[in-house]
């Protein structure tokens, strides 16, 4: 049912490609050559008297998200023939799931905590990928590569509750953490797309598809263009239509395709050379035993075991990979230190140089030797940001780093006295602003000592020397 309350009406049709070693209906490698029509046998290619068979680890995959997206399973696994006449399909019609789906009344949260129904999750074979030399809208021929064709994807269809750009990235976001945690999918390798079903208040929610928006940065650019468009339009007095859109991500822009079809329109039929499959107790409670652990059980025992705040807990088990790394590191060091720098500082240098977490070529170990001298008072924490920084860069032995730069701290309170000393004669106006009461004055000073220590010395300890000095 659609919240009429909102002004903004989304719901996302996300597809996932599974990460199968073979596709959905045939022997055929999933991935490998990407020499256009080479991955293909008769059975993808719909060839008369060639016979599908389910390949069963997509099955396992398919029920995986569905569990962990708490759906009802359905007790049997029908598949059905999509109608359409599109190059794309070259039996002019997709194996898909229609009355029956292997999930359905599933949900998933977002960041903020609202939950999102899913309406159900279905299994499917990828099209053919279409290319097109001059772009979609200009190209005079299409070339068709049908080595995705046949491709294991899930359909994820939500109900219309998310009311945002924002909310749907944030969706895909959340989508694509579940997906990792349960190993189904590979970021580096297979797809996700989304269809978006947008609408607002002023139309009286026409609703306007968008296609094949792919991954969820595009998304909120993508339903940005698309809910402004309606917006404009509605206040030219022009008549909104349902319809189906295409998003050119080059251009920012969405354009039309043709008018909206109905499932109807696709003519669904069981399909005959597919045999119902059971989905037995059994199965299910193989499945579940098989489950790795998710986001929610992360911060559970990241408050429990680890003794960290569950703030810090959650932004640490957003991302699979992330939460791998803070449980490597917390085995060795401080879990409190590890979080810290787990969630601030080593997220602060991967936006600085605009790099994913899986991007990295260190592992835990690098950051082990790092924490462990901070731990133990060896280094500042400056001294570790630097280093931290560097070490994105280009992986190296931290330990060696610290003894050949002479990076170690200094904890002679009389050097650093020393240091404090020199940077009050060389900054007399400095110290006069201080005591007219300019407390940034001080800040000044202190910056001087750690550019004279190299950031060897804590601000505090020299912050503290400094007001004894000058008082």
């Known amino acids: 049912m659609k919240d009429f309350s909102n002004s903004i009406v989304i719901g996302l049709e996300c597809h996932v490609e599974l990460n199968t070693n073979t596709k959905l209906f045939c022997s055929c490698p ?34 995986k998200l569905c569990l962990a997206l708490n759906c009802k399973i359905s007790p049997e696994l029908i598949f059905s023939r999509k109608s359409y006449f599109y190059p794309d399909m070259a039996k002019n019609f997709q194996i898909s799931q229609y009355e029956i789906p292997l999930g ?30 001059s772009g979609m809208q200009k190209s005079a021929y299409v070339l068709v590569d ?5 491709n294991p994807l899930l359909e994820i269809v939500t109900k219309p509750e998310l009311s945002s750009a924002a909310e749907a990235r944030d969706f895909m976001k959340q989508l694509i953490n579940v997906l990792n945690y349960l190993e189904i999918f590979d970021e580096n390798y297979n797809i996700i797309k989304a ?59 969405t354009f039309a395709l043709r008018k909206k079809e109905t499932e109807e329109d696709y003519g669904y039929i069981i399909d005959t050379d597919l045999v119902a499959t059971e989905i037995t107790k059994a199965m299910i409670e193989k499945t ?39 449980e490597k590191v917390a085995e060795e060091i401080d879990a409190a230190l590890a979080a810290k720098w787990l969630r601030r500082e080593l997220v602060r240098v991967l936006n600085y140089n605009k790099k994913e977490l899986h991007q990295l070529e260190i592992d835990e170990s690098h950051l082990i030797d790092l924490l462990r001298l901070v731990e133990n008072k060896k280094i500042t924490d400056n001294v570790a940001s630097k280093i931290l920084e560097k070490l994105i860069e280009k992986p190296f032995d931290v330990k060696e ?32 602003d201080y005591k007219k009461g300019e407390k940034k004055a001080l800040n000044f000073i202190v910056g001087k000592v750690m550019q004279k220590t190299r950031g060897k010395a804590t601000p505090r300890e020299v912050n503290e020397i400094i007001l004894r000095l000058i008082r």
């Open 30 to 63: 999933a991935k490998g050559s990407e020499e256009p029509n080479t991955r293909t046998c008769p059975t993808c290619l719909g060839m008369p008297g060639s016979k599908p068979v389910l390949n069963k680890k997509a099955v396992e995959f398919a029920l």
């Open 401 to 432: 780093f610290v003894k050949k730069e002479k990076l170690e701290a200094v904890s002679d309170t009389k050097e650093i006295e020393k240091y404090c000393i020199e940077a009050i004669k060389e900054n007399p106006q400095a110290v006069k």
């Open 288 to 326: 579940k035993k098989e489950m790795p652990e998710l986001a929610q059980d992360k911060v559970k025992k990241f408050t429990e075991k680890h003794k960290i705040s569950k703030e810090d807990a959650i932004v640490l088990a957003q991302e699979k990979l992330l939460a791998d790394l803070f």
């Open 195 to 253: 269809d978006a079903n947008i609408s607002i208040r002023e139309s009286g929610f026409v609703k306007a598809e968008v296609k094949n928006i792919t991954g969820f940065k595009e998304i909120e650019k993508a339903l940005n263009y698309e809910i402004q468009r309606q917006k404009n339009e509605f206040s030219e007095g022009k008549k909104l239509v349902q319809e189906t859109r295409a998003w050119d991500s080059e251009k920012g822009i």
């Open 146 to 150: 049908y080595n995705r064709s046949g």
């Open 104 to 133: 359905k009344e599933g949900k998933l949260n977002l960041s903020n905590g609202k939950e999102i129904g899913i309406t159900r999750v279905h299994m499917e074979e990828d099209p053919a990928s279409l290319v097109h030399p």
